[in-house]
């Protein structure tokens, strides 16, 4: 397949990694902006889950008023240039575009969406003024898409806010686990400086949360917290041979490719174990690297794919193979990955069962497990009264408030893992909650 | 195959497609280029006294994704010597003697006129066209519109250039007036041959925010131009029309204004004009539209059954009446094709807030094609002009037309609103709601 040479540089990198979703040019969004039909109550603001007023930011990109498309984006989603390239569009608003109906391109919203805010940031436009502060402070824990977007609604709301992050960068996900052709490292970074600038909250970096010590001054010092932690690392499969070198978990393999970029190991035959969107962006990725071979291998068949199907096409279009209805049963090497040793599956009544006899031996150098991530439950152990559902994930009420009532929590560490436009809207829609939990407004 | 020649005043031409007076015409060498691609006549680029012109020239009105929806200009006549333009129609007359060469002529004194209309005669143009329509600059000096809107005195110029004409008088009328037919009685009066219109609108075509002044802008200042292009083409195809029904005007018509395609060309035609000329869309395509507009033609003609563009000219006209001629009871309701809708509820918003209240939104469960109120619905078309898909709302009849009454009928019959309050008068029957209602939640109608 090899249609990917290796990139031994950072130019060569970008250039396997090219952007899917490449910036308008003027001539571009003037023609586009120009298809808008300024729907009323229009589907697409209603499939965005910040609510963002599309036809109105289309129509001011049309009549030249760019700045202002940027903060109608803005006020609805403070991740709106993120949103912009990363969102699902083809399931969010592009997908709900009237023009679907009449099998005509619907518009490229999220294209107009980053053309707009990207002017508002490069140009550095001023487009908020905070809260007056009216005395209470609030923690952050994570500077995710839910903790900054939580953190900057609260400074409008008049709070001094205090992100505690574990990495050194904030962005969360949008930085170390969505697709590099999705969004660029400086992209993602430019928004959240952009961010704070305006809204003036502060991040403290190397500082995770982590002990009940921790947590205990948090809570001595502010007058609610929130947690916007995500999710955790890959979990494990509790297969014999996990632990061979070249065996690695998806997150980390992609936070890896994120940070360190064409220096990143990978194999010549990889293999990648899970049929989801993290299982489609880890085969894309390893193809986009430059390996002979990737196979994606799935327990369930190719309908059962939780993957959205563009996710999947992209994969398939850069060379990627599947097996469907296979289940690792090991995985075989000396001290690095050899082969896995398969066993094929049928679904019956929504369960798996393998099929005795048909084993078979698959030969790889690496193995990508994209078989879901844990979550935070030790961290969450420390605080108290704080409960999770069957699949750990924070319980919270409509204004986002665990059962403790002082701590809030959204993004994935509240909903098992959407996507950012998610943690955005929730992380905003906490912010709320806290306001009303506090001021009682 | 139908036969698109046409004689048009006594000027014959293989089809009626013209290049109007404008800088497509401004020398022999687009004028040959234009012939052989297939047009059939051309109005040369006003001659006169040579003038300078400024630059920048043109502005235009962009319309969404459509450039030069309309457009406009402040030059002036041609600004080339006359020996030139005399000797190049010669020697386009001589390679395609078929063709239509009309010289457009604008000058001043009674002499001048004798002079230019003799020159260009012998120089082998077919007819003059007088232009009494430039709406900028010329008339400054007492020439083009200023003359166009003074029907004594253009009545008078016509009667001097036809003491010397040998060939067919055009007459260009400018549209920059109030009745249309006034001007062009007056040139039928003055001996003129036929008529051609419009010539451009008085415009300003947009405002530079910037730097506070209209576009063109020339070193910082600008000045009122001429309008032309597809915007045009309404108020054009209403003057023709005007021009076309006024007994006392009884001329050919040549139409212009925003024409582009074949279509634009036979809508002129069935409102009255003999043939057609184009300056616009041949600025912005060049001459190779004509490509489409003589096959389109040739497919239409062929369609209809109709052999020469004489059966089709003024064809519409009788159909076009005052409005106290309409039928009062001829009813038609909007009518939503659920298969072709794409939801964009346009039609609710413009009928909501622009017409009647006359569209209502499905409640609940994610349903969202638009019904009419059938009892509101007063047939205005707005919801069906709003439409983004094509044939989606249609208007049906909802009368059996066994009855016709016009207004002029009831005016007979003294069956007319006369006072205030009156029962008779329309909007007393239309079901519309309370002025509260518009601050009631929006959402209200929907579940
Ligand atoms: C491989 C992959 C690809 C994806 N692709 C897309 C995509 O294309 N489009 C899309 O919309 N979404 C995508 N997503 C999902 C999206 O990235 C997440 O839904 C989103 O980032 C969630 O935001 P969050 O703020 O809840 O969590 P995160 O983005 O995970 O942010 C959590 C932050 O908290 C910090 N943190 C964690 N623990 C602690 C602690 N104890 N103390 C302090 N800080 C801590 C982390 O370092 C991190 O910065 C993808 C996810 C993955 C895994
Ligand atoms: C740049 C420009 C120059 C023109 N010059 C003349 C002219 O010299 N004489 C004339 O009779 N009309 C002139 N016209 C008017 C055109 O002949 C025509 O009447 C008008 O543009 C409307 O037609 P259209 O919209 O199809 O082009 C000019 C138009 C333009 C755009
Ligand atoms: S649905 Fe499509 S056409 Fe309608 S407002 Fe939204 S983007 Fe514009
Ligand atoms: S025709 Fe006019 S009144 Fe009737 S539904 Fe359409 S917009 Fe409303
Ligand atoms: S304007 Fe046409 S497509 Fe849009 S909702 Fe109305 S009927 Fe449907």
Not at chain 1, 82 to 87: E, K, P, R, S
Not at chain 1, 221 to 243: C, M, Q, R, V
């Amino acid at each position: 397949m090899s249609e990917f040479q290796r990139p031994s540089s950072k130019k060569e990198f970008d250039r396997n990694f090219s952007q899917i979703k490449p910036f308008l040019n003027e001539t571009q969004a003037y023609y586009e902006s120009s298809r808008c039909l300024f729907c009323y109550d229009a589907p697409c603001i209603q499939a965005c889950p910040t609510g963002i007023d599309i036809p109105l930011f289309i129509r001011q990109i049309h009549s030249g008023n760019t700045i202002g498309a940027a903060k109608t984006i803005y006020d609805a989603n403070y991740l709106g240039h993120a949103c912009g390239q990363v969102c699902p569009t083809e399931v969010l608003c592009e997908g709900a575009c009237v023009y679907n109906h009449q099998h005509i391109k619907p518009i490229e919203i999220g294209r107009l969406q980053s053309f707009a805010t990207t002017q508002a940031i490069i140009q550095n436009k001023k487009l908020f003024i905070t809260g007056k502060p009216n005395g209470k402070k609030v923690a952050v824990i994570g500077a995710g898409p839910a903790g900054i977007s939580c953190a900057c609604e609260l400074r409008m709301l008049g709070y001094e806010v205090d992100i505690f992050e574990a990495k050194e960068k904030p962005s969360g996900l949008t930085l170390y686990g969505v697709a590099p052709y999705k969004i660029t490292n400086k992209e993602a970074l430019d928004e959240i400086k952009y961010l704070q600038e305006q809204f003036e909250f502060s991040v403290k970096y190397r500082s995770p949360i982590v002990s009940k010590r921790d947590i205990e001054k948090l809570e001595i010092k502010y007058d609610a917290i929130f947690i916007g932690i995500g999710l955790g690392e890959t979990s494990e499969i509790k297969i014999s041979g996990e632990n061979l070198r070249n065996c690695v978990g998806a997150t980390e393999f992609i936070e890896k490719l994120r940070l360190t970029q064409h220096r990143v190991h990978v194999g010549n035959k990889v293999i990648v174990l899970g049929g989801g969107n993290t299982a489609m962006d880890a085969a894309s990725e390893s193809a986009r690297m430059g390996a002979d071979k990737v196979i994606l291998a799935y327990r369930r068949s190719k309908e059962e794919m939780k993957a959205y199907d563009f996710e999947y096409e992209l994969a398939k279009k850069v060379g990627v193979k599947s097996l469907f209805n296979v289940a690792p049963v090991k995985i075989i090497g000396k001290t690095k990955v050899e082969s896995i040793k398969f066993i094929r599956t049928r679904t019956r009544r929504g369960k798996i069962e393998a099929i005795k006899g048909t084993e078979f031996v698959e030969n790889c150098d690496m193995v990508i497990k994209a078989t879901g991530q844990a979550k935070h439950v030790d961290f969450f152990s420390h605080i108290p009264g704080l409960e999770l559902d069957d699949s750990g994930r924070i319980r919270v009420n409509k204004m986002f408030q665990t059962k403790n009532k002082k701590y809030f929590a959204a993004g994935d560490a509240a909903n098992g893992g959407k996507e950012v436009v998610n943690a955005a809207a929730e992380g905003k829609a906490a912010a709320r909650g806290i306001h009303r939990f506090i001021i009682g407004k | 195959m139908p036969d698109l020649s046409v004689n048009f005043a006594g000027i014959k031409s293989p089809n009626p497609f013209w290049l109007a007076s404008a800088p497509p015409t401004n020398s022999g060498y687009q004028v040959m280029k234009a012939f052989d691609a297939g047009w059939g006549g051309a109005v040369w680029k006003t001659l006169g006294i040579p003038i300078v012109n400024v630059s920048s020239r043109y502005g235009a009105l962009n319309y969404r994704d459509t450039r030069m929806m309309g457009f406009n200009n402040i030059e002036l006549i041609s600004d080339r010597p006359l020996k030139d333009n005399l000797r190049e129609i010669e020697e386009v007359k001589k390679h395609f003697p078929n063709h239509a060469v009309v010289a457009s002529l604008m000058v001043q004194s009674r002499e001048e006129w004798h002079q230019i209309v003799k020159d260009v005669e012998n120089a082998g143009a077919d007819g003059v066209e007088l232009n009494f329509g430039c709406p900028h600059g010329m008339c400054e000096r007492g020439m083009g519109s200023a003359v166009g809107q003074e029907p004594n005195v253009l009545k008078t110029i016509v009667s001097w250039v036809k003491e010397v004409s040998k060939k067919p008088v055009i007459v260009k009328l400018t549209p920059n007036i109030t009745d249309i037919t006034e001007p062009a009685i007056a040139a039928r009066l003055g001996g003129a041959d036929a008529i051609s219109l419009i010539n451009t609108i008085q415009s300003l075509v947009g405002v530079d925010l910037d730097n506070f002044v209209t576009y063109p802008a020339v070193d910082g200042k600008s000045t009122n131009g001429g309008y032309c292009g597809p915007a045009v083409k309404p108020i054009a195809l209403n003057m023709v029309k005007n021009c076309a029904q006024e007994q006392g005007v009884n001329l050919p018509i040549s139409g212009i204004g925003g024409i582009e395609n074949w279509r634009d060309a036979v809508e002129f035609i069935l409102l009255g004009a003999t043939n057609v000329q184009v300056c616009t869309a041949v600025m912005h395509y060049g001459f190779g539209i004509i490509r489409e507009m003589i096959p389109g033609l040739e497919r239409y003609m062929a369609d209809k059954g109709f052999n020469h563009i004489n059966e089709m000219v003024g064809k519409a006209l009788p159909n076009i009446k005052t409005w106290e001629n309409l039928n009062l009871n001829y009813k038609v309701i909007a009518e939503i094709n659920k298969k072709k809708c794409i939801e964009c509820q346009l039609c609710y918003i413009a009928c909501e807030d622009g017409a009647h209240q006359a569209i209502g939104l499905p409640k609940g469960n994610g349903q969202r094609v638009p019904f009419i109120i059938e009892e509101n619905c007063v047939g205005c078309n707005l919801c069906s002009l709003v439409c983004p898909v094509e044939g989606c709302i249609t208007m049906v009849r909802k009368d059996d037309g066994s009855k016709v009454e016009t207004w002029h009928d009831r005016t007979e019959k003294g069956n007319i609103p006369t006072t205030f309050n009156d029962q008779l008068a329309g909007g007393t029957h239309h079901w519309i709601p309370e002025p509260l209602d518009a601050l009631k939640h929006k959402k209200s109608n929907r579940d």
